[in-house]
C-alpha cells in the first residue's frame, strides 16, 4: 500500500504545481464506501468550487489540502489510493497505477478538480480501501489526530525512542507499524529499515565497534545515556 514516501510525493507535486490556483469544478465520486460526505455528494462539490488551495499538508499516510476557508478535503491514501496531475508526473505505489492516458479522468478517480488557469488533478482509489473526507480541522479530529509523530517530519529523538521502546512489550515490526506509535511506516519500509540492520550487522561481522555510532544499539546495552558497555554481548575474539 502506498507509505509516507508516495502520498509525500504527492504532497510536494500538490504543492509545487496547485497551490495558490482556484478551484473552478469539481467532481466527487458516487462513491459511499470511499467518499464520506454527510451533507451529500453534491454538498461537497459546491464546498470545493470557487475556493483557492493554500497548502498542502500531511501527516503519515493521510494528506490534506488546505483551502481559503473551511472546509478543507482530506484522503486517506487506503491500499491503492494515488493523486494524479494531468501532464505531471507523479511517484506512485506500483499497485496504484492506473491508465491516466486512456480515459481521463480515470474510471477509478473519487475525487476530481480544475483549476483556474486549467490544470486538472485527480484521487484514485481502485481497490476502494481509500477515504476522501471534508473536514473543518483535519488535524483535530481522527483519523489525523490519533497519529502519532510523522516519520519524516517530527522524527524521534535517540532517547525519546529508546525510552518508548523500553515501555512497550511487542515485537519490533509490529511497533514500527502502529500509526499511533510513529505513522507513516507501513510493511515495505519497516521490512526494509530492519533488513538494512541486520545486513550491515553482518557486513561488518558484528564487531559492534564498528556500528554507527547513532544506532540504538549502544543506547540499549549501555549502562548510561552516552556510554557503551557491551562487553558481555560483543566481545571479539584474537
Known amino acids: ?16 504545481h496547485c497551490v495558490g490556483r482556484r478551484i473552478t469544478r469539481c467532481a466527487v465520486a458516487d462513491d459511499s464506501k470511499v467518499v464520506v460526505a454527510a451533507a451529500g455528494r453534491v454538498a461537497f462539490e459546491r464546498a470545493m468550487v470557487g475556493r483557492t488551495i493554500v497548502a498542502a499538508r500531511r501527516r503519515g499516510k493521510n494528506l490534506w489540502l488546505r483551502l481559503d476557508a473551511p472546509p478543507f478535503p482530506s484522503f486517506q491514501f487506503g491500499m491503492a489510493g494515488a493523486i494524479y496531475i494531468k501532464g505531471v508526473a507523479v511517484t506512485k505505489y506500483k499497485r496504484s497505477a492506473v491508465n491516466s492516458e486512456d480515459e ?7 475525487f476530481f478538480v480544475e483549476l483556474d488557469d486549467g490544470l486538472e488533478f485527480s484521487f484514485t482509489d481502485k481497490r476502494r480501501f481509500a ?6 480541522d483535519p488535524e483535530t479530529v481522527p483519523p489525523i489526530s490519533e497519529l502519532g509523530p510523522d516519520a ?8 525519546n525512542f529508546v525510552d518508548s521502546l523500553s515501555r512497550k512489550k511487542i515485537g519490533i515490526k509490529a511497533l514500527l ?8 511506516i507501513g510493511n515495505w519500509i519497516a ?17 559492534c565497534d564498528r556500528f554507527p555510532v547513532e544506532w540504538l544499539f549502544h543506547h540499549r546495552w549501555g549502562k548510561k545515556p552516552g556510554k557503551v558497555d557491551v562487553s558481555g554481548y560483543c566481545r571479539k575474539e584474537n
Open 1 to 16: 500500500m502506498p507509505e509516507l514516501p508516495e502520498v509525500e510525493a504527492a504532497r510536494r507535486a500538490l504543492e509545487a
Open 104 to 110: 481521463w479522468p480515470s474510471k477509478y478517480s473519487k
Open 131 to 136: 477515504r476522501v473526507r471534508l473536514f473543518d
Open 152 to 159: 519524516l517530519f517530527e522524527p524521534m529523538s535517540v532517547d
Open 177 to 184: 507499524l502502529d500509526q499511533s506509535f510513529i505513522s507513516g
Open 191 to 207: 521490512d526494509e529499515v530492519l533488513y538494512q540492520v541486520v545486513k550491515y550487522a553482518v557486513d561488518v561481522d558484528a564487531d
